[in-house]
């Protein structure tokens, strides 16, 4: 009866468990594979009805968006600091209202028919109040939003949903 009660519970608890974020349909994760056949240690998540594959890539945390027919949708590499920005970018956020600010994260986001963007957040002295600015890659300032209260500053939202 033990066994039975256990049994029971065991799969009422496994079928009360969400999908695993580590899944990805099959036609998804050979198109990341095709892409990028050097990715290893691929975690699967998803953000709204994208899949999302992060790994390492030259050293960087890497994030690739696929739809459901396994298109490519965006890629986000974070290079975390501006060294590795473009001196381009690096040039108009030191000139703009923003360089007394703490950057605390910059990313690459590229996408496959529109131009790619760099995204900067920044962190402002003495508040919680912190921006992201959105560059090009020859230092236009494409947007600026306070970003204090979002909780997902690169994910599907932002960039796929507009």
Known sequence: ??????????????????????????NVQEAL????????????TRDETYYVADFMLNGFDTKV????????????????????VPPAVYNAFAASQYS???VQDVTLVQFPQKQSVISV????ANTQTRYQLLFTPDGG???????????NLLGAEVFLNS
């Open 121 to 124: 957040i920044v962190g402002m």
């Open 100 to 102: 007394d600010g703490m």
């Open 33 to 44: 594979k095709k892409m990028y056949p050097e990715a290893k240690d691929v975690a699967w």
């Open 65 to 84: 968006w696929f739809n459901a027919n396994a298109s490519w949708a965006m890629k986000q590499t974070d290079w975390e600091t501006m060294d590795e």
């Open 1 to 26: 009866m033990n066994k039975l009660k256990f049994s029971f519970l065991l799969l009422m608890f496994l079928a009360s468990v969400p999908v695993f974020a580590d899944y990805a349909p099959v």
């Open 141 to 151: 300032l494409e947007d600026e939003r306070n970003a204090t209260y979002f909780n």
